[in-house]
């Protein structure tokens, strides 16, 4: 991977974890800073997942690349939501 394909798996980390935060109903206990590294962490692993579907790479806008993606951001920024709440 290059560094500007870092660099835009951060910026598009960073737009994956605010619109999974938005998808999780009600209000969560973790900070944005953990709300990014999920988003970081769920676009990376939602891009690899479409590449291996085949559906990374295709005509216009990846629209199931990015529903894999926010759908894992959400998934992320509910559980660590819920281990948080389990730790109080």
């Known amino acids: 991977m290059e ?5 835009s798996a951060i910026v598009i980390g960073v737009i994956i974890g605010v619109l999974g935060r938005l998808v ?26 479409a590449s291996g579907l085949g559906v990374a790479d295709t005509k216009g ?6 529903l894999i993606q926010i759908g ?5 920024v509910a559980a660590l939501d819920r281990a948080k709440t389990a730790h109080r």
Do not use: F, Y
Not at 3 to 7: A, P
Not at 26 to 46: D, E, P
Not at 72 to 76: K, R, S
């Open 24 to 49: 999780v109903p009600g209000r969560q206990h973790i900070g944005i800073l953990w709300t990014i590294v999920v988003g970081i962490v769920a676009a990376l692993i939602g891009a690899a997942i």
């Open 61 to 66: 806008v990846d629209w199931i690349e990015w």
């Open 72 to 76: 894992l951001a959400a998934m992320g």
């Open 3 to 7: 560094i500007t394909g870092i660099i």
